[in-house]
């Protein structure tokens, strides 16, 4: 029982170790028509939103699917980042 509350233990301090891990990781992504960059964190919070160019001539329909598009990338790219980070919980043996 105590065994496996050490595990218990060791996996919260690494979980914590994750966590800060991916807060501080950051990516940028740049959306499909090169019309926004996004900041992100390797816990998925937005740190940054850029508009790149003019968007007085971009019609509102593609100024969404650019957005949607970047903001997918953007989820998708931290996700893996975030897997990569959390790899090594599968080493403690839970």
Avoid: C, H, W, Y
């Avoid at 975030?82 to 403690?92: H, I, K, S, W």
């Amino acid at each position: 029982m105590f065994d496996n509350l050490k595990k218990l233990m060791e996996l919260k301090k690494t979980m914590t170790e994750v966590k800060k891990r991916l807060d501080e990781m950051v990516i940028k992504v740049e959306s499909p028509a090169k019309n926004f960059e996004m900041t992100i964190s390797g816990s998925q919070q937005v740190r940054e939103l850029k508009v790149l160019k003019d968007l007085k001539e971009v019609s509102k329909e593609d100024i969404e699917k650019d957005l949607t598009e970047l903001f997918n990338k953007a989820v998708k790219d931290s996700q893996a980042m975030a897997a990569q980070a959390m790899g090594g919980l599968a080493n403690l043996g839970l």
